[in-house]
């Protein structure tokens, strides 16, 4: 963004270019720090640009020394300085931005030195700064500096790559000293177009149509030839890239500059910034991640994070929150959850923001009469902190072209929520750099709650408060992306998320606004490549029945996964089947062999792909592992899996299929190590962590299957089959504390389970007293046991073991609990009341001494209880009722299983009945005694 200077001398601001990115301010930052009049901050912040590191060869090296540049006019570029017979013509405005002034000579920030580069006929970094800075990307790859970069070939070289890295060598030794800066600047901003210029073609728009072709020489102007030497090139792993991408080899040029010649521009710090940008979105253009991407990103983004000149000054806030949020990102991206936390957390905190979701009174509805909670997001600066001047982003009053947001138009449900207080109404004003902020906290927030529906009503309150004053390109596509996917499955608005689709589609193909206003926080929003927004809208056409709509988008984008399995859908196998093989007929592919296997399940056609690929395509051993999977041919599906996750071990699916694989042959070492491998890299993949609990078990090492099934609790806390799980494991580990919890939980997410079995081993651990696994007596639980039966028994009442077995532990004597008689019988009535209810027990001989045997514990208690009553009548009572029971259950017995011919009982039931007389006999006989002594 120029400052244009009148003829009243007066600063006048572009308006057509409301923004600036990192792109635009990184290189401006070097002139802001050289005019400020503090020596020390100068210092400082020029060497957050300005890095000599010492070359290590084989290495990429890491900043170890960093070179500061001081106010004195030797030292400066010679871009950089003014003639001394130029009288100053403007003054800086701006807070962030001011001059320092020498007897002789001014210095102006990048868009004042561009602004009069004219004037100059020798300089030329700042005329191609000022395009850059204007997104006049074409412009500059025009420039001469660029061609002899990219337009020149005087040795003959028939490698792109080698080629551009030989221009490259030979332009930076054209110079030394100060100059050499100048230069590495100039290289770096050449990559940085490339970069860019594919970024608008297959992320933002508008559409360009000069090719990477026209700035490059023989033997590389042919289109076609130099698209497939990119696809070719970008390749990563085994994984293709994405073949319809518009004007590959400018992001082919970018990598060759950032990544291949990053050994030859070893001064300037912000180089590797631009490497993860570029190797970030290489990724993007790839099926599966990539291993080798994701360690350079992920070794970069360390490097970068310990550059105190560049992320931790103060004056470098805004830079350091945009770098954490890119990082975040990025990490989000290789499923690095934890640390995208700690970067959003460490951005946050460096932009003083405080977000709280919370709640108040609101209405939803049109007609809605009382108000009732709604979430509400608050954002809250600390005391003292101001907006973020977001890095070089237009000032508040100029506000940018933004995406239409589609209006909720449905007669009940409101637009947006009205709350009863006027201060929920009301939001903090936030900067785009801020609103970028909260969409990373929202991200975060989303991306480590467990998915369900209140997690997604969160999510919205937090794009609804981003949407409400949304002035980024980037950060609204995101938001309106991610909020439209989110609507997708609601009736009343899934209308506006097909029309907020369509209106996103649309935007890329339109030519207002310019390019300069939509790149802006392009790399911390991060919004989809326009072919994966049209992709959202096939699937909301699904959604909507529209299978035939869908089709045709999936086949003009060639996504023939997608393709094919709308195909099956209308039921056209044979249709999806011969579109492949016409698509094979223009050119023979791994992937589209790949794809007429999906449609014919011919394990021919993943072979012809392997050996097509020289043995590189993962894409081709994982869809054979599949189909020998399906087949319950286990061993030779872990042998594919094992050759496609050798080329890519990013595929998670493959791992998790692997393990199972495994498990089915029984080899659970190699199931283990398969599932570890899963949840190394997506940690929240909480069915590997119970397949991988389950593996251990099979190995006998229930420890281990206990620890590893409470780690798949945390990723998924509402699934009950996880909590059935560490159930059992924690019992048979003697965990029993984690038993009670775990039956806690059990019962609150099915609300009449039961586990009688776990139950008795608990119960004769806690009134035994048995040591649990750290070794304490199981005793000390008996009150939080006592207090889960009575929250089972208000629920399940039928259950006669369940019974048993709290009276068996209101029995128990320990150190805070008394046995209770009283209680004991209680419960004793209800287990047997129970088990005579069932249908027709005296047929079953197992019944018949469950019983019998629970009759005569009943009667014994009975007889303890009556025992230790002073009053004999309400003894006589308990023991009548034993004496009703014992005879009634005898009887029973014997008039089903007594031979109406010998009138004899078979052995089993004679001994039962036999015990009941025996106890009825006791019973009667104390009862005359007691009635004697009255």
């Not at 094979?584 to 007429?596: G, N, R, V, W």
Request: charged share 25%; aromatic share 6%.
């Amino acid at each position: 963004m120029h400052m244009k200077i009148n003829q009243a001398g007066s600063q006048k601001r572009h308006t057509n270019h409301p923004q600036i990115d990192l792109n635009k301010t990184l290189h401006r930052e070097i002139i802001r720090a050289l005019t400020r009049n503090d020596r020390n901050t100068n210092d400082g912040v020029f060497s957050y640009f300005f890095n000599a590191r010492k070359d290590v060869p084989g290495h990429l090296p890491a900043c170890v020394a960093t070179r500061t540049l001081t106010t004195s006019s030797n030292d400066l570029p010679d871009w950089l300085k003014l003639k001394p017979s130029s009288p100053p013509q403007a003054k800086i405005a701006q807070k962030e931005r001011r001059l320092y002034k020498s007897s002789s000579e001014e210095y102006f920030p990048l868009e004042n030195v561009c602004a009069h580069a004219v004037e100059r006929d020798d300089v030329n970094i700042p005329k191609t700064a000022g395009l850059f800075l204007d997104g006049k990307f074409e412009c500059l790859l025009s420039e001469d500096t660029s061609k002899q970069l990219l337009g020149q070939n005087p040795d003959g070289q028939q490698h792109l790559d080698t080629c551009i890295v030989k221009n490259v060598e030979t332009f930076l030794a054209s110079t030394s000293g100060d100059g050499s800066l100048d230069r590495e600047l100039e290289v770096l901003l050449c990559g940085a177009s490339c970069l860019q210029l594919f970024v608008q073609n297959n992320w933002l728009g508008p559409l360009t149509d000069t090719p990477p072709t026209a700035f490059l020489t023989q033997p590389w102007t042919d289109d076609k030839a130099v698209q497939e030497i990119a696809l070719s090139s970008l390749s990563e792993d085994g994984e293709p890239v994405y073949n319809l991408s518009r004007h590959t080899g400018f992001l082919h040029l970018a990598r060759i500059i950032f990544v291949d010649c990053r050994h030859l521009c070893t001064s300037l710090q912000t180089w590797d910034w631009w490497l993860v940008r570029c190797l970030a979105v290489q990724q993007a253009l790839l099926e599966q991640r990539s291993p080798t991407l994701r360690a350079t990103i992920l070794e970069r983004l360390e490097d970068l994070s310990k550059r105190e000149s560049l992320l931790i000054r103060e004056s470098n806030k805004d830079v350091a929150v945009l770098f954490h949020l890119e990082a975040a990102r990025m990490c989000q991206m290789y499923w690095e959850d934890k640390a995208a936390l700690d970067h959003v957390t460490q951005a946050r905190k460096l932009a003083g923001l405080e977000v709280e979701l919370t709640g108040a009174l609101g209405k939803r509805t049109r007609f809605q009469q009382e108000h009732t909670a709604q979430l509400l997001v608050k954002v809250t600066r600390d005391q003292g902190e101001q907006s973020l001047p977001a890095v070089g982003l237009c000032d508040p009053e100029f506000s940018a072209t933004v995406p239409k947001n589609v209006a909720l138009d449905d007669d009940t449900v409101l637009n947006k929520v009205n709350f009863k207080d006027e201060e929920a109404n009301k939001v903090t004003p936030l900067s785009p750099l801020e609103q970028a902020l909260l969409y990373g906290v929202m991200d975060c927030h989303r991306r480590t709650v467990a998915e369900e529906k209140l997690r997604d009503e969160e999510v919205v309150t937090y794009l609804e408060h981003i949407l409400s004053q949304s002035s980024n390109w980037c950060v609204s596509v995101s938001a309106l992306t991610l909020r439209s996917k989110l609507e997708s499955d609601s009736r009343r608005r899934v209308e506006r998320s097909m029309q907020q689709i369509e209106e996103l589609v649309n935007q890329v193909s339109s030519k207002e606004p310019g390019v300069a206003d939509r790149l802006p926080l392009f790399y911390p929003a991060r919004p989809p490549t326009t072919w994966v927004l049209q992709s959202e809208l096939a699937s909301l056409l699904i959604s909507l029945g529209c299978i035939g709509a869908a089709l045709d988008i999936y086949e003009r984008l060639q996504l023939w996964e997608d393709a094919i399995a709308c195909y099956q859908r209308l039921g056209k196998r044979e249709k999806a089947e011969s579109v492949i093989r016409e698509q094979l007929a223009i050119k023979e592919t791994p992937s589209l062999l790949c794809f007429l296997g999906d449609v014919t399940h011919d394990k021919t056609h993943y072979q012809r792909a392997w050996e097509m690929s020289n043995q590189r395509s993962a894409r081709a051993m994982r869809c054979l592992g599949y189909i020998h999977f399906s087949e319950e041919r286990y061993d030779e599906a872990v042998e594919c899996f094992e050759k496609s996750l050798a080329i890519n071990a990013l595929q998670i699916p493959v791992w998790f299929t692997c393990g199972c694989a495994c498990m089915a042959a029984g080899n659970y070492e190699a199931a283990v190590k398969a599932f570890r491998r899963c949840v190394n890299i997506d940690y929240d993949n909480f069915e590997a962590w119970s397949n991988l609990a389950t593996a251990y078990a099979r190995l006998k090492n229930k420890r281990k299957a206990f620890l590893t099934v409470k780690d798949a609790i945390k990723c998924n806390y509402d699934n009950w089959r996880l909590w059935e799980n560490c159930l059992v494991f924690a019992t048979d580990c003697g965990e029993f504390r984690d038993v009670i919890q775990a039956y806690h939980r059990l019962m609150d997410l099915k609300e009449k389970w039961t586990d009688a079995e776990v139950l008795k081993i608990v119960v004769k651990a806690v009134t035994n007293n048995m040591e649990d696994a750290a070794g304490l007596p199981a005793a000390r639980l008996h009150g939080k046991l006592l207090e889960l039966f009575g929250r089972i028994t208000a629920k399940v009442t039928s259950d006669a073991q369940i019974w048993r077995l709290y009276a068996d532990l209101t029995l128990a004597e320990t150190e805070h609990h008394k046995p209770d008689m009283q209680k004991a019988v209680q419960f004793l009535q209800k287990s047997h009341r129970c088990v005579m209810q069932t249908s027709a027990w005296e047929k079953d001989d197992k019944k018949c001494k469950e019983v019998a045997e629970q009759s005569l514990e009943l009667s014994e208690v009975y007889q303890s209880c009556a025992s230790q009553t002073e009053n004999s009548q309400q003894a006589i009572q308990m023991l009548s009722s034993a004496k009703l029971m014992l005879k009634g259950v005898a009887t029973k017995i014997r008039q089903q299983h007594t031979d109406p011919v010998n009138k004899t009982l078979p052995e089993v039931m004679s001994e039962l009945c036999e015990s009941l007389d025996k106890e009825l006999e006791s019973v009667t006989n104390r009862v005359a005694e007691l009635r004697t002594g009255q």
